[in-house]
Nanobody
């Protein structure tokens, strides 16, 4: 039984920071590509960041230099540190796991969490 559970969302002022967490169970988490995606009403999921099994990260251009993805394999947890938040970062953020190409395309991720809301104002 695979579960991905996001936490850490909330409301923050422009320029502030949040750290999202994704706890994973039911898969060999350390061997998967792990990713963060976000979605606003009426739009498709947008890839934000991903980290592969050896720890190599990939970022969307819109968040590069502001966000950082990391993993704690001992805790089966992935994090997304979000700094210098902008109004356009407001979205529901999802974590996901995939065993295919480790990029920012949702089609490569077979397991998804339920999401956590981030609101920047």
């Amino acid at each position: 039984h695979v579960q991905l559970v996001e936490s850490g969302g909330g409301s923050v002022q422009t320029g502030g920071s949040l750290r999202l967490s994704c706890e994973v169970s039911g898969i060999d988490y350390s061997t998967y590509c792990m990713g963060w995606f976000r979605q606003v009403p009426g739009k498709d999921h947008e890839g934000v960041a991903a980290v592969d099994s050896d720890g190599s990260p990939t970022y969307a251009a819109s968040v590069k230099g502001r966000f950082a993805v990391s993993k704690d394999n001992a805790k089966n947890t992935m994090y997304l540190q979000m700094n210098s938040l902008k109004l356009e970062d407001t979205a529901t953020y999802y974590c996901a796991a995939g065993s295919q190409l480790c990029n920012l395309l949702p089609v490569n991720f077979g397991y998804w969490g339920q999401g956590t809301q981030v609101t920047v104002s």
